[in-house]
């Protein structure tokens, strides 16, 4: 939330109720065993990053396939960019 700039507010606040909703659902699933993180690809060229992007698509995915494959007891309710936490 600190890098939000003033452009798209829709897109904006939506994706901080996302972040809220991820530090919800962790609490109510912990200890069963479900991890509920956020990630930030970053810049990625698909269609709506399109070509000028800087990362690939493999890139995008990576720290997403990460968090896929972390045991039971991993972090949950985080925020990560480049198998890092970030902050909000």
């Given at each position: 939330m600190a890098e939000m700039g003033g452009s798209t507010p829709a897109y904006g606040v939506s994706k901080a109720a996302l972040n809220v909703l991820i530090i919800k659902l962790s609490h109510e699933l912990k200890g069963t065993g479900v991890l509920v993180n956020s990630?930030?690809?970053?810049?990625?060229?698909?269609?709506?990053?399109?070509?000028?992007?800087?990362?690939?698509?493999?890139?995008?995915?990576?720290?997403?396939?990460?968090?896929?494959?972390?045991?039971?007891?991993?972090?949950?309710?985080k925020f990560w960019r480049d198998k890092r936490e970030i902050s909000f």
């Open positions: 990630v930030c690809p970053g810049w990625v060229r698909t269609d709506m990053g399109g070509q000028a992007a800087p990362r690939s698509p493999e890139k995008g995915a990576e720290t997403i396939v990460w968090l896929a494959l972390l045991p039971e007891n991993g972090p949950s309710g």
